[in-house]
């Protein structure tokens, strides 16, 4: 398998976790979003959306993060990313969705540079922006933790909320976002902090990285 992504991008982040997390080989193959690799019309042969991630398995090109994370549920089962119980499942998938649907489209690179190029903001005007959307979502996030969570985001191992929610954490940070309210959210960052598969996923493990 070739993931094409790049370091710091949160729906790359997301994706090596799953992968590292279902104990996976991958190639990685470096798009630098800065220099506009995504837009290359080699890029563009693979993603049309000129998005990452992107990844190539036996001769198919799978894009979307959500997708390509349901892929990997369901061709390698183990260990489970969803519970098995279909209630359970839909609350996981929840608080998937209100990081990847409600949050990070919000936050992404594309965003912050139309906020900058057609609307005269400064950084501390993204920052704010980022906040705006990251601090409420946190907030539903931390209460629906409290309800399901048990040392990560639904129950006492990884699933994929927590594969969502590490990368998002890593965005909110760079945002300069206040965590203090999300204890339990915090609480999951440190669990996976010492995770190896959560740990061999972050931004600057990576070849592509600064
Ligand atoms: N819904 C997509 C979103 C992908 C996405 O927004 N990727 C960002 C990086 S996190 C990107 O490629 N941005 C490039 C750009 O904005 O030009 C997914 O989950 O895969």
């Not at 992968?19 to 019309?41: A, C, I």
């Not at 990251?134 to 040392?151: M, Y």
């Not at 609480?187 to 959560?198: R, V």
Request: some cysteine; charged content about 20%.
């Amino acid at each position: 398998m070739i993931l094409h992504g790049y370091w710091r991008s949160g729906t790359s982040y997301r994706t090596r976790i799953a992968l590292n997390l279902k104990g996976l080989n991958y190639e990685q193959h470096g798009v630098d979003l800065r220099r506009g690799d995504q837009r290359s019309e080699t890029y563009l042969r693979l993603n049309p959306q000129g998005l990452v991630p992107a990844l190539e398995i036996d001769g198919a090109v799978l894009t979307q993060s959500p997708a390509i994370l349901e892929w990997l549920e369901e061709t390698h089962p183990a260990p489970p990313l969803l519970p098995s119980d279909p209630v359970a499942r839909a609350q996981v998938r929840a608080m998937a969705a209100l990081i990847g649907c409600d949050i990070h489209p919000l936050n992404n690179l594309r965003v912050g540079k139309a906020l900058r190029e057609g609307f005269g903001a400064d950084q501390a005007a993204v920052d704010a922006w980022a906040a705006r959307w990251i601090t409420p979502g946190f907030t539903a996030l931390e209460a629906l933790v409290a309800r399901h969570g048990d040392g990560w985001c639904f129950g006492d191992a990884p699933t994929l909320a927590d594969c969502y929610l590490i990368p998002q954490i890593y965005s909110a940070r760079r945002f300069h976002v206040a965590l203090d309210a999300f204890p339990r959210l915090l609480a999951i960052e440190t669990a996976a902090d010492a995770h190896p598969a959560f740990q061999a996923a972050h931004p600057d493990r990576q070849p592509d990285a600064d």
